[in-house]
């Protein structure tokens, strides 16, 4: 089969959208099709790149300076007396595709698709839903996003959020509505972003995980040679959160429980992985508890070291309220540690209570510091909670995922020529 996939975010950055894209292009390739991925070049210049069995064009692109690009580090904001000056800009903006469809059109004529698949929401993906209209090509489309991974992220959105994220949902939810199969990652994302009576959205809509590759991310021990080139201890408990840096996040919630963490477990370590907005500001908040010398903030760390950072912790916890589903909480899962989160989002499919980990009210910091200190002092409970999560993660191994994905694109080739062949059957009436 001949699919393309299509996406305003994609690998090296570091988002679920991203890194699920990209995975779904190499295990679609190693499964015999032909892929072709279309997304932002991240250079400004259209080109083409052939990887992994994968030909992605890279379409011409400006930088949007009012988000982060999710590539290069976000530098620490400049400061004047000691006070942070407002961030106006980024100089490494996220880029965007300004005038997609020629270039489009031109490379999906070449590659004649069975099949588009579409993961976002903006410029690449309007113009992709144009082409498959025109060319009556049929579309998969999947939603990974709720309206605050934006308005969370652009703080001159804050008073008028509300409405914001009402349009942004509708929006979201069109792209959905316009393919002839639609999925989300969980069962609770399409509650949230679907009508309640699925049969006015008139699409298939079905929760399918974006999964990961669980022989990339194994129960074992962790290579020395990471350990000792990120300064870690092998023996040390330690509290792991990988992700975004940034606001929406909540990482600041995770730091404040930890101060009780670490009264309770003097030698406990919290490592934060990633980057984002708001590192600056979660820095000067460790050093203000005094706990510098107990967090650490490792930055952005890809495979295959970020695998050996899982396996070097206890437990893994995150204070979002913002996920459609997760994919550290699965590769944490199938890395074997005990979750603590917040029952927001989608993450109780992945994190479920009392079982692979704990679920706490958002905003509970302090029982988000019992439930690690629970996990980091009771090696029974910790046993229990690791090995429920690695019978949790074997239902999101990438490779059902894959194997699905193929079965609902045949759907949608046939759903599509149902529809043709009703639409000439009307006309010649």
Known sequence: MRIAITSDLYYPMTNGVAVFAHNLAKGLARQGHEVMVICPSFTGRTHRRRQDGVSTLYLRSIRFPFYPDQINKVPDQKAIL????????YRHGIWVALEPYPAMKKALDR?????????????IAIAARRYAKKKDIPM?????????????????????????DAALRT?????????????????MAI???????????????????????????????PRFKVLRHFHLRPDRPRVLYVGRVDPEKSIGNVVTAFVEVLAKVPDAELVIVGDGTDRSRLRDLVQGLGMEDSVKFLGRVMLPDIADLYRASTVFATASETETQ????????????????????????????????VLCRPGDTSAMARAL?????DKKICAKYSAASLE???????????????????????LKGKKLQNSRRWWQR
């Open 82 to 89: 000691g006070k942070p000056l407002p961030r106006l800009a």
């Open 140 to 164: 998969v489309g999947t939603g990974h996003a709720y309206p605050d991974n934006i308005t969370g992220q652009v703080k001159v959105l804050k008073p008028i959020k509300r409405p914001v």
């Open 191 to 221: 509650e949230d972003l679907v009508p309640k009576n699925r049969r006015r959205f008139k699409v298939p809509v079905e929760p399918l995980s974006n999964g990961v590759d669980l022989a990339e991310f194994t129960p074992s021990k």
């Open 111 to 123: 590659f004649r698709p069975d099949v588009i698949h579409n993961q976002t929401a903006e410029t």
């Open 392 to 414: 949790i993660a074997k239902q999101h191994d990438l490779n059902r995922t894959l194997a699905r994905f193929t079965e609902i694109y045949g759907e949608a080739v046939a």
């Open 326 to 357: 997760g994919i550290v909480l699965i590769e944490a899962a199938a890395t074997g540690l005990p979750l603590v989160a917040v029952d927001a989002g989608a993450v109780s499919e992945l994190c479920q209570n009392h079982k692979n980990g």
């Open 373 to 377: 200190v629970k996990i980091l002092t």
């Open 171 to 187: 929006y979201m939810a069109s792209f959905l509505k316009h393919a002839e199969y639609a999925t989300m990652p969980t069962e």
